[in-house]
């Protein structure tokens, strides 16, 4: 494996356990993939309007897409950074929608994470947008 989770007794006692699928500290070696924000956009018209379980499923379909071409996997992601627009608070159904989606996809060993709130996205009906960075061999 690319990457090793980072999780020894000092970061447990600062940081504490994660409270959401992902993990505090990856170290990684390899060639990286830089993928670019992906919204849930095709040919111009937004899938999934209104839920964001269904753009992030989408997002995550063209991502595993475009690490295919690049000869990896969605599990050599190392880190994601997620964009939304709606308050994704931890108690929140939005929150529950992208775990959902998340866990389908994501293997046990979850990658680094952030998600900001933004005002807006690239088009009114875009709930999230997500980048990503995958490590391969």
Not at 31 to 44: K, M, R, S
């Amino acid at each position: 494996d690319m990457r090793k989770v980072i999780l020894g007794e000092r970061t447990k006692k600062q940081v504490g356990e994660a409270f959401g699928p992902f993990t505090m500290g990856i170290e990684a070696s390899g060639t990286f993939i830089f993928i670019a924000g992906q919204i849930a956009l095709y040919n111009g018209q937004v899938i999934g309007k209104g839920d964001i379980g269904a753009q992030y499923k989408h997002i995550l379909e063209n991502i595993k897409a475009i690490l295919e071409d690049a000869g990896a996997s969605i599990d050599d992601v190392v880190k994601w950074v997620h964009y939304v627009v709606p308050k994704v608070m931890p108690d929140s159904p939005e929150y529950a929608a992208i775990t959902k989606v998340r866990k389908h996809y994501l293997r046990k060993d979850y990658p680094v994470s952030t998600m900001v709130q933004v005002v807006g996205l690239m088009h009114e009906d875009v709930l999230i947008e997500v980048e990503a960075i995958a490590v391969r061999d």
